[in-house]
């Protein structure tokens, strides 16, 4: 930690600059820090509250394969949470279906198509869409979507896996063109030019260059995406129908893990099993936001070791 | 429903703003938290009472019933406000801290069933509805129950229930279930009183349950056959007064011991015509007929 100021000798050594210095190098210093500390101290609570019970007093084999989250029936509640991640599994796999084509296809023209004013313009626009409130969505999926699904489908019910996959679509797609065409830019201008030189056309660089070596940030932008989806809250809980159900077809209601834990900590009696359970859920959610980060980033790291 | 703090803290700190200077010493604060049921009735309570005991303040907050439980069994309030009776566990639970809860019923609401307004159903039993929320229930469309949704509407019966820990969901489950009774899963549980009652009034094949406080002129309230009268019952303050309606859940306060002092006044007086009165405009069912 040799600070600028500190190797300075002489009469100023505590004057005004040295101290700014010093001020400037703890608020960097902090600041840099502060993600991993949180990281951490969100990981200690979470695991306080929930870590313990999930091990030693949690039904792992209910949890997993029963769809039955009954939490607060009496005598026994009953702890399956196999609806529930069913339920966030499949609104995020339909959000993919949506907004992968979507946004990939974006991040080509944005990247390799759009000169100029157009291609400043969408940008701008894409980031707009990815600053949209996520209550905001769900609006538009309960005041919007629903009633145009119970119309196109003749279904009683317009919140389903359909309506929250397709808002969380939407609401992926902004942040997946974003990184997918990061990933476009970093490929060399001399591959394109190569490419080129040889005789390819537009559409064979993009094919058979482009898209290969930006492959691993394409893989890491739809990973990201799929991490976005998992853990959104709001717009799945009111677009979804935020009930406990295997699904047989897209237009069946299902509940979120999220969106549980939303619907139930705040009525639950802090240290109750069932607050614990939430917790536990919090912490499944936690790991595979996790993996799917990590997995992002060896995808990133694999493609600048591949180079 | 946190909106609704604002204006009785805004009255609070006006209340302690005035009195503080003139007798600050002798003021009493009374604590009162739970269920969001009774948050509107428990809060224009507190209201009206500063005007009858200037030197006693009530601070309501809401929370959901079993946290008002938890917080009378911890000490951290004098009342607790709850839409369902104590569980087994928590009355384990006040055992095991020393504390004997008094419960006082304040009032009572009538839980309604609502259905879409051009539903033509007129009356449901109460096994009916047993069929219909229960676990293992076997009636899953309005044709089994001999209803048509007009205008070509879905023939399936969509069922919206709460979420899981409200009191609401508890004390239907109870009334109609009974005591060990579960529901089935797959309801639309919403996270309201009045959530309940929106959706059912833009859902044709909906049916859902939920205070009688929340009816609007765009549901039907469908009569309840019980099972001793057999005669349909309209749910209504009335209805809920004599205790026919049958599924009216009593509004009770749980103290910690019996309550002296200021807790026990507070009391009197809500139990008195005038606190009862209150109730009543707010809409729900006081503990007796009122002149």
Same mark, same amino acid.
């Given at each position: ?307 | ?11 609070? %700190? =006006? *209340? ?9 010493? /002798?003021? #009493?604060?009374? +604590?009162?938290? &739970? ?74 609401? %009538? =839980? *309604? ?9 007129? /009356?449901? #039993?109460?096994? +009916?509805?047993? &069929? ?160």
């Amino acid at each position: 930690m040799a600070s600028p100021g500190g190797d300075r000798s002489g009469p100023d050594h505590l004057g005004r600059e040295w101290w700014w210095d010093k001020i400037a190098q703890v608020l960097l210093f902090g600041g840099g820090i502060s993600a991993i500390v949180f990281i951490i101290a969100i990981f200690v609570f979470i695991a306080q509250q929930g870590l313990g019970y999930a091990l030693v007093d949690l039904d792992l084999a209910t949890y997993f394969t029963s769809p039955e989250w009954r939490p607060t029936s009496e005598p026994e509640p009953v702890f399956g949470a196999l609806a529930l991640i069913v339920g966030t599994a499949s609104v995020t796999g339909l959000a993919m279906l949506v907004s992968v084509p979507f946004s990939i296809g974006a991040a080509i023209f944005i990247g390799e198509f759009a000169t100029g004013r157009t291609r400043e313009i969408l940008k701008v626009l894409v980031e707009l869409l990815a600053a949209i409130p996520s209550v905001v969505w769900g609006f538009i999926g309960l005041m919007v979507m629903s009633p145009l699904l119970m119309d196109v489908f003749d279904v009683s019910v317009g919140v389903s896996v359909l309506n929250a996959g397709l808002i969380l679509g939407l609401m992926a797609a902004p942040i997946m063109t974003t990184i997918a065409e990061d990933a476009l830019k970093a490929v060399p201008d001399g591959f394109r030019e190569a490419a080129e030189a040889m005789g390819a056309t537009r559409w064979q660089v993009i094919r058979q260059v482009v898209l290969p070596s930006a492959k691993n940030g394409l893989v890491a932008a739809v990973l990201l995406g799929v991490g976005r989806g998992f853990g959104e809250t709001m717009a799945v809980l009111m677009a979804s129908g935020h009930s406990i159900n295997m699904p047989t077809s897209p237009l069946d209601q299902v509940r979120a893990l999220t969106a549980t834990i939303a619907a139930e900590l705040g009525e639950t009696a802090r240290g109750s099993d069932h607050y614990r359970v939430l917790f536990s859920i919090g912490i499944l959610l936690f790991l595979v936001t996790f993996i799917i980060n990590l997995l992002a980033d060896m995808f990133v790291r694999g493609k600048k070791t591949a180079r | 429903m946190h909106r609704n703090h604002l204006p009785a803290l805004a009255l609070l %700190a =006006l *209340a302690t703003s005035c009195g503080g200077g003139v007798n600050g010493a /002798s003021r #009493t604060v009374i +604590q009162n938290k &739970g269920s969001d049921t009774l948050l509107n009735v428990a809060q224009a309570w507190a209201e009206a009472y500063s005007t009858v005991n200037p030197e006693c303040t009530v601070a309501v907050s809401g929370g959901g019933s079993g946290t008002g439980i938890s917080a009378m069994i911890n000490g951290t309030v004098d009342l607790a406000n709850a839409s369902r009776k104590m569980k087994e566990r928590e009355l384990a639970a006040a055992g095991e801290n020393g504390v004997t809860p008094v419960e006082f019923v304040v009032g009572y609401d %009538a =839980l *309604a069933v609502y259905v879409h307004a051009a539903n033509p159903i007129e /009356s449901i #039993t109460m096994e +009916q509805l047993a &069929g219909i929320y229960g676990d293992g229930g076997s009636l899953v469309r309005w044709s089994q129950l001999g209803v048509t949704i007009p205008n070509g509407g879905s023939d399936e019966i969509v069922r919206v229930s709460r979420q899981n820990n409200s009191g609401t969901f508890v004390y239907f489950r109870e009334a109609v279930l009974g005591r060990e009774g579960k529901y089935k899963l797959g309801s639309l549980d919403m996270h309201g009183s009045k959530d309940v009652v929106d959706l059912v009034e833009n859902t044709p094949g909906a049916i859902g349950y939920s205070g009688l406080a929340y009816a609007t002129d765009h549901v039907k309230l469908v009569p309840v056959i019980s099972a001793d009268s057999g005669a349909p019952v309209t749910p209504s303050v009335d209805t809920a007064v004599d205790r026919t309606y049958p599924i009216a859940r009593p509004l009770l306060m749980y103290t910690a011991g019996q309550p002296e002092g200021a807790v026990a006044e507070y009391l009197d007086w809500i139990l008195s015509d005038d606190g009862q009165r209150i109730i009543l405009a707010k809409g729900y069912a006081p503990v007796r007929a009122l002149d």
